[in-house]
């Protein structure tokens, strides 16, 4: 299995293979465009309706390259799934989201962002739907092109209101839910990160920083991991099968409250069992969290499918009914053909180019390993739940990239704040005094946080029995400098995310003007 993935991997990822995997795009391409236009061959706008299928499924497969990078990107990081069993679990886990959970009615009008009232006739609103389907896409391609993970939603909402601007003047556009797509660009990834950042240093604190870390890891662990369980029971009920079924906050928390006894019990007995034989560092920690976190993509992955789906074949829908009916409308019906080109759509975007913004997302902006890519997981889930219950508006995209940032942030933090006190203590001190360092360093990097502090605080008045050479010196100062978040990605992805709903917009104003002078 791990030979055939690996075969995959180097298949999805090789520059020689580049041009075989945009052939298949075409291909898929191709396929819409005929099997749609033997369904609608007697419409007398069938050619149309082609055009915008072949839309769709291009849209499909930027969202599959693009989002689902957030679902599986911190697993494949980690080393908990390789590039290649990534690829294929989120591929599956999508389609079937979008299949099974896509639910058979979508709202035409993305966020209610434009009043459909406003606009003149039936011709004039496809071409609305059609201008913001392409010119989303369009900017999906070259965010992915430029390794930056960015919102399909606010790239979908970006295309309406252009268009919509476009087609019935500025009156037309609901500002305040511009106002709320402006602060999901703060409150999502400030969220997203706080709660990443708070877990990580729970975890360290009770776990790692421990001088005996398996005894501790017996405690800790299996409650965090029933905390996750809850997280993500609760969040597939509110967002996950809410087009399968309706439930009330609560009994969504019910249910996740069950499958979170369940997995509590289920873990306890695991790490008992491996507690004899577990590691008593990092690493053996590490270990508890490859089956989670495999879950965990997984499940985000089919959420994802359920509701994302819709920024694809929601236009598309939009334009099926319109065409069918020859009316403006808010919500559409999907036919099985529309969920088919979304949901696979989504799975040859992802398989074909998706690797890109997996391995942007799972190592490039930090290091990460199983137990940082947990607490990123974990915090995606409960973001998403704390939010829609207060009535913030989130990015799902935004909330799992700033769980990275925010990790990666909580390291610089805790490298600078006690390597620098270390240095600051110690360094009038010669090296012929090394050896008597030793005991010290090894006390402190046994130590938990109270105990540190402890540790330093005798440091201070006990200098001369702390000596520190001037190459450790140099190397304590080296760990509390570096920068363990890569503030060249930082810059390029809130640039991104920032211009994703105007870039959008202004694509799309222009693409509905060429399309009403063709058509016209």
Known sequence: MAKSTGYLEQALTSPTTERFRIGICLLFLLGVWLYVGQISADTPSSMLLMAAAVIGGYMAINIGANDVANNVGPAVGSGALSLGAAVLLAAVFEAGGAIIAGGDVVS???????????????????????????????????????????????????????????????????????????????????????????????????????????????????????????????????????????????????????????????????????????????????????????????????????????????????????????????????????????????????????????????SEITELDKTRAFCIALSAALTVIIASQLGLPVSSTHIAIGGVFGVGFLREYLKSNYASQIHNIIENHDERERARLQPFLDDFRNASVEEMESLLKQARKKKKDLPLSKSERKRLKKIYREELVKRSHLTRIIAAWIITVPVSAALAALLFFTLRGLLL
């Open 108 to 362: 035409t009008i993305k966020g209610g962002i434009i009043d459909a009232k406003r606009v003149s006739d039936a011709s004039t609103f496809v071409w609305l739907m059609t201008a913001a389907l392409l010119a989303g896409a369009l900017w999906l391609n070259l965010a992915t092109w430029m390794g930056a993970p960015v919102s399909t939603t606010h790239s979908i909402v970006g295309g309406v209101l252009g268009a919509g601007i476009a087609a019935g003047g500025w009156n037309i556009v609901d500002w305040s839910v511009i106002g709320a797509i402006v602060a999901s660009w703060v409150v999502s990834p400030v969220l997203g990160g706080a709660l990443a950042a708070l877990f990580l240093y729970l975890i360290k604190r009770t776990v790692l920083y421990r001088q005996d870390v398996v005894a501790a890891a017996r405690t800790f662990v299996p409650w965090v991991v029933g905390i996750m369980a809850w997280a993500f029971g609760t969040y597939l009920m509110v967002k996950g099968v809410k087009k399968l079924i309706k439930v009330d906050f609560l009994t969504a928390s019910l249910v996740g409250l069950g499958v979170a006894v369940v997995v509590f019990v289920a873990m306890r007995m695991l790490v008992s069992r491996r507690a004899a034989t577990m590691q008593n560092n990092t690493a053996g920690v590490n270990a508890l969290f490859v089956w989670p976190l495999i879950f965990a993509a997984a499940l985000l992955s089919f959420a994802h499918g359920a509701n994302d789906v819709a920024n694809a074949i929601g236009p598309l829908a939009a334009i099926n009914d319109a065409l069918a009916g020859g009316a403006v409308v808010t919500t559409a019906g999907i036919p099985l053909w529309v969920m088919l080109v979304g949901a696979l759509g989504l799975a040859v975007g992802l398989m074909l180019f998706g690797p890109r913004l997996i391995r942007t997302v799972g």
